[in-house]
């Protein structure tokens, strides 16, 4: 293999990375679309279910935060 075709190889193998990326990052950014549409078309009584869920997220977040400090769950 020639020194011009490990170029062209990484060159594929770098786009394919990138080609990820980018497909990610889309998923990403339609899913935040598709989720902030969804806030600005409910209900107020919607809205107030998804803040509360939001805020039950967060807690159960500090909560495994606080439990790894204290010692009380193996850390990942």
């Known amino acids: ?13 770098e786009k394919r990375e990138l080609d990820d990326i980018v497909g ?3 998923a990403r950014a339609n899913a935040a679309l598709d989720r902030r549409e969804r ?4 209900s107020p009584t919607e ?3 998804m803040e509360q869920e939001r805020g039950a997220d967060v807690d ?3 909560d495994a935060v606080r439990k790894r400090i204290e010692g009380t769950q193996p850390s990942d």
């Open 24 to 26: 990610d990052a889309n």
């Open 1 to 13: 293999m020639g020194a011009w075709d490990r170029v062209r190889k990484a060159f594929r193998r």
């Open 60 to 62: 159960a977040e500090f």
């Open 39 to 42: 806030e600005l078309n409910a």
């Open 47 to 49: 809205k107030l279910e």
